[in-house]
């Protein structure tokens, strides 16, 4: 697996998101980075000469070459690369969401299962600070409010803003309430481009919680919120000013007295949450153990989208 005690690993699509995963990736001592795979040669050898590797025309050539590799191409062919990748025995770090369609997730869950490979999803607020420290406080949400907003941008317009943004936030929820979907209401409508831009979902979970999920690519700034209550306790977590927030209801006078709200921001580092995302796949192909976002949560929090998109739909 190794060269000089190094896991070999490339990167296929390096456009904004692929050349951050490329420069992560060639900063860490215990990694050789191969080289890069791109469908625009140009820009497939400038990120190759940025960071001292190979530029591949044949993705395939790459795939001999490496134990792992970190997929970031367009959605709609997340599956192609993704499938080529397994079936040629390597690790796989797909960026999200999943793919762009659930008979295809499936069918990737089922290969890497198959074939013993570690398979992640690149969620990558689930290595945000904020949730891992939001994480710890959580016992049992009852009511999610969710806003991620942002300026319209041409990259991610191949998918519908609830592909494209609200699957962040999706995945976080499913990941906090761990209790079945029952009920769903969704709108959303195009504005700038031909897929829907703007979408608002209302989620109905088994145990009772309700989580209000708002996913806007045309709004005047940039907002990544999330606001979770509970019994005793409220969390808000702004990921654009890296802060968090609880609010606890205690009991200072006994269990009879009157409650009183308390509230504290919590210090949390900004870090480098794409680099901690990376790292941690890079030690799970290492050491051969299950990812913190598998491929099986990326197709839950898929089927989650798909069921918003047929909800805006029907109205």
Avoid at 41 to 57: C, K, L, Q, Y
Avoid at 130 to 152: D, K, M, T
Avoid at 175 to 180: C, D, K, M
Avoid at 279 to 292: I, M, N, T
Wanted: proline residues 5%.
């Amino acid at each position: 697996m190794t060269e000089e005690g190094r896991l070999k690993v490339g990167v296929i699509g390096v456009g904004y998101l692929g050349r951050l995963h490329a420069e992560k990736l060639a900063s860490f001592p215990d990694v050789r980075l191969v080289g890069v795979c791109d469908a625009d040669p140009a820009r497939g050898n400038a990120v190759a000469r940025e960071f001292s590797t190979e530029h591949f025309d044949d993705r395939g050539r790459l795939l001999a070459a490496v134990d792992a590799v970190s997929i970031a191409v367009p959605t709609t062919d997340h599956y192609p690369v993704a499938i080529d990748s397994m079936r040629s025995g390597v690790h796989v770090l797909l960026e999200k969401p999943i793919t762009s369609n659930l008979r295809q997730a499936r069918a990737l869950v089922r290969e890497s299962s198959k074939r013993g490979l570690v398979f992640q999803i690149g969620h990558v607020e689930r290595f945000n600070p904020a949730v891992r420290q939001a994480a710890s406080v959580l016992a049992e949400p009852r009511f999610i409010e969710c806003h991620r907003l942002g300026p319209f941008g041409v990259r991610g317009t191949d998918v519908d803003v609830v592909l494209d943004l609200m699957i962040h936030d999706i995945d976080l929820i499913l990941s906090f309430v761990r209790s079945p979907v029952t009920r769903i209401q969704a709108v959303g409508v195009p504005v700038v481009s031909a897929n829907v831009d703007i979408a608002n979902a209302r989620l109905a979970f088994e145990n009772g919680c309700v989580a209000n999920v708002t996913a806007s690519r045309v709004s005047a700034r940039k907002q990544r919120k999330i606001r979770i209550f509970q019994e005793d306790a409220y969390v808000s977590m702004d990921f654009v000013e890296h802060s968090i927030q609880v609010f606890r209801r205690t009991f200072p006078h006994g269990p009879q007295g009157v409650p009183e709200i308390s509230g504290e921001i919590v210090e949390t580092q900004k870090g480098d949450s794409l680099r901690d995302e990376i790292r941690a796949f890079v030690d799970c192909a290492r050491e051969g153990v299950p990812p913190l976002v598998s491929g099986r949560e990326g197709l839950e929090a898929l089927e989650v989208a798909f069921r918003i998109l047929r909800g805006m739909r029907r109205r």
